[in-house]
């Protein structure tokens, strides 16, 4: 949000996003944009001028993880910033099943993880898929770079897998113990152990 906004803007703003908090920790992705500007205390065009779409809303609700998030990819790298494809394909591996634990424990984070229109030839980055990208990305080239990750895999391929995991498991009864169980199996592969 601008500093030069007004004060009462900026309260506005505030309160909306401590409701939006408690509504998307409620009800993910389906919280009511109305119902938050009825218990913010403030009109729907409000909540409509401060954050223009869902998304927009849910990014800055998931703001604070995201920012835990490429702090913990940062460590990482420069923990693994060695020429070994174990320990490239380790670093990766443990942000990734960090990602899918905050996923799996963060209702409503699992949709700002992708960037809007994953897919070949998209051009759509959200702010927050742009943030994680540039701290995670050096993780996934030096494991791809050592042979650890085919090189075809993109970082947007991986927060779509993660995303995908983290809404088809958010309404079980034990869901980040069933999103890691999809994630292992994801990066283990459908084939037998020899």
């Not at 998030?69 to 460590?75: D, F, H, I, N, V």
């Not at 380790?90 to 996923?103: F, H, K, R």
């Not at 042979?147 to 970082?155: L, W």
Request: neutral net charge.
């Amino acid at each position: 949000m601008p500093a030069q906004q007004r004060a009462d803007a900026r309260r506005n703003y505030a309160r909306i996003l401590a409701v939006a908090e408690e509504e998307v920790a409620a009800h993910g992705v389906d919280a009511s944009l109305e119902q938050i500007a009825r218990t913010a205390g403030v009109g729907s065009a409000t909540v409509r001028r401060h954050f223009p779409t869902r998304r927009a809303l849910l990014e800055a609700v998931s703001r604070k993880r995201i920012e835990a998030l490429c702090l913990r990819a940062r460590e990482l790298a420069n923990k693994a910033d060695k020429p070994d494809k174990n320990d490239s394909r380790s670093a990766l591996l443990e942000w990734l099943s960090d990602v899918v634990a905050y996923s799996a424990s963060a209702r409503g984070l699992a949709p700002v993880l992708a960037p809007e229109g994953a897919g070949p030839g998209s051009e759509q980055v959200s702010s927050c898929s742009a943030l994680l990208e540039e701290s995670a990305g050096p993780l996934l080239r030096r494991a791809a770079r050592d042979g650890a990750v085919a090189t075809s895999v993109t970082f947007a391929d991986l927060m779509t897998l993660i995303a995908g995991i983290a809404l088809a498991t958010e309404h079980l009864p034990d869901p980040a113990v069933e999103a890691d169980r999809l994630f292992r199996l994801a990066v283990a592969g459908l084939s037998p152990r020899s």
